[in-house]
């Protein structure tokens, strides 16, 4: 990494007390391909900490992990577990059901005692979602020791508990993240890189698919492709906020990229990968693809894509279909994609994978107490399962009618099912 040099400069204002003298510290240039990053802490309205967030669900039994209770804990205490790659941490939330009074214990230095450890307040915040602002208690930022003695590593946790849930469900996000900026020819870009997997380092390859796609809970890595200072992200659209991946596309150029294990340092190297197709057999498609080469975005109007050779997800599935009477009908998939949920482009290669029509009806039926619920959805070719709600010629259709009949064929109930 080259050596960044800082530009002084001297100004001299003429005031009516003589010359007053000014230093000012220019902003050093970006480097072509390549930049230092520098530890941020975390806004709770960022989008940076999206993927990296670990959800966890108050467990019943003491964790094995756990040696001993910190010595001012009441009995109205609850347990959960943070997990790393290496190791369980075991967490304490006393006063679990009272928020305003809770504090939260986390073993920080793997001992399994907690009688030596801090006890976190509740701080009231409000976290941005994909739907929007949601009122939270947080709690940290809380540094835990990771690894031997000889090579600890040190990671810096939040907290957070969503009001109303008493405690019952807490998540546990990164205090901080990694960020710089780097010029690719004539466009310098901020960058960021997160670590999510909560080893204390970066550059672990996302793997599909992910167990969870609302936490998948990988490292990440975001670019400000329209320069509003901001990652945007989008789980079904185009996004400045994914994955870590090998490469990452801009317009029709793909870089490497290379982070320091430490995080301290970034690299983009312009390459040219290994290709092979996709073939969905199928026109006017829009299809989002998490992968381990690179996060892609389809919308041209056409059956096949040359795509690097990797592992992909597709986590939105959206086609439009026009029948013989040229009625425009449009169907959309959500997570469930099917056989598009875990595929592989080969080098050289072509994976066929056929979706949409003929398209058939699944049925749900689940009975809670004396109510039964029925539910829908359209399955196409691949298995990718489409939003009940379809829209022709751009207007969604109502919902469809149905009958229950005996085995006579009496009508004993007929209805309207209803969207949401």
Known sequence: MKKTVFAIFVVLIATGAGVCLLLYKARPPAE?????LKSKAVNTLESTIYFASQDGRRISEKPAELKGLPGAA???????????????????????????????????????????????RAKPVRRG??????????????????????????????????????????????????????????????????????????????????????????????IDLNGNKKFDWDLYRPS?????????????SYYEIDIAADGSSLQLNKCQPEFGTLDLAAGAVRLKLWSDA???????????WQLPAGKYQATFLEFDYRTSKQEFWT??????????????????????????PPLTIKTNVTRSGSEVHIA?????????????CVLKNGEPLLP????????????????????G
């Open 32 to 36: 072509e391909g390549r930049c230092s």
């Open 240 to 252: 400045e906020l994914m994955p870590l991946a090998r490469m990452v596309k801009l317009k029709d």
């Open 294 to 304: 690179a996060e892609q975005f389809l919308s041209e109007p056409r059956t096949t």
């Open 74 to 120: 009441s009995k109205d205490h609850a347990y959960f577990i943070v997990r790393t790659p290496d190791v369980n941490i075991p967490v304490v939330l006393d006063s679990y059901r009272n928020m305003k009074r809770s504090a939260l214990y986390m073993d920080t230095d793997g001992d399994g005692y907690l009688s030596d450890e801090k006890g976190f």
């Open 129 to 222: 979602e994909w739907f929007g602002p949601v009122d939270y208690y947080r709690f940290g930022p809380v540094t835990v020791q990771l690894g031997q003695v000889k090579n600890r590593l040190t990671k810096k946790l939040y907290v957070i508990s969503r009001k109303g849930f008493h405690g019952e469900e807490l998540c546990f996000c990164p205090a901080d993240y990694r960020r710089g900026r780097v010029r690719l020819g004539k466009t310098v870009y901020n960058v960021a890189v997160v670590d999510g997997n909560f080893d204390a380092k970066y550059g672990k390859i996302f793997v599909p698919p992910a167990e969870k796609i609302w936490r998948p809970g990988c490292d990440s890595f975001a």
């Open 331 to 356: 169907f959309t998939s959500y997570i469930r994609t099917g056989a598009l949920r875990d595929f592989e482009i080969r080098p050289g290669e072509s994976a066929l994978l056929k979706i949409g």
């Open 400 to 419: 469809p009618r149905f009958r229950i009949v005996d085995e006579a064929g009496k009508v004993l109930h007929s209805g309207q099912f209803e969207y």
């Open 376 to 388: 829908f959805n359209l399955q196409g070719q691949a298995g990718e399962q489409y939003n009940a």
